[in-house]
């Protein structure tokens, strides 16, 4: 395996744990424990132990994704990725299938909704890979027609269903739904 030269989140908040399990040891020390531990190409400086050290709060208010990556990244339009978070989590619940390309052209249509003008990203599927990791959605496949309803369509003819249905006596009335 080639000796890597930079530190995931998670290798950043075990050489602060090993700093806190041996306080006495010095930064230089501590840089080539980390070396030597995580078989980096080269000893990290004392200014990144030093930096390492200082945000060791935000290494341990960390999750899992967070800690596996080698650097944060900021979210550049959080209002829009929680907008969108929120339409997949409510597609989801209501057992919508979703695409890649249909999560792509809402996000976009929200985009345009929040006006954010030139500052829009592109929605490529980079960016839906990362979206979807930074929300821990999956893929997941439907067989069959699980997921094939059209719901807008449902939601906007129930009103005529119901009236039509009106004039029938409820042991007329029958499911037809597929088990």
């Known amino acids: 395996m080639k000796p890597s030269s930079s530190l995931s989140n998670d290798q950043k908040l ?5 700093k806190i399990a041996n306080p006495s040891i010095k930064q230089s020390a501590l840089a080539n424990w980390a070396m ?23 290494y341990e208010s960390m999750d899992s994704t967070e800690l596996t990556s080698k650097r944060q990244r900021a979210v550049k339009h959080p209002e ?6 929120n339409w997949v989590l409510q597609c989801q619940a209501r057992r919508v299938a979703l695409s890649g390309d249909l999560i792509k052209e809402k996000a ?12 829009t990203p592109e929605f490529s599927n980079g960016w839906l890979a990362k979206f979807n990791i930074r929300h821990g959605f999956k893929a997941q496949k439907s067989y ?9 369509a449902i939601d906007r003819n129930m009103p005529t269903i119901k009236e039509k249905l009106q004039s029938y ?11």
Request: aromatic share 4%; charged share 25%; with cysteine.
């Open 14 to 18: 075990k050489i602060c744990h090993h």
């Open 36 to 58: 030597q531990e995580f078989k980096l190409s080269k000893v990290p400086t004392q200014g990144t132990i030093s930096n390492i050290l200082a945000k060791r709060q935000q």
């Open 80 to 85: 829009l990725d929680n907008v969108l978070a």
């Open 108 to 119: 976009c249509q929200f985009a345009t909704q929040l006006e954010l003008g030139e500052r």
């Open 144 to 152: 069959g027609e699980s997921g094939s309803a059209d719901l807008d």
């Open 169 to 179: 006596s409820l042991q007329d009335i029958y499911n037809m739904d597929e088990t």
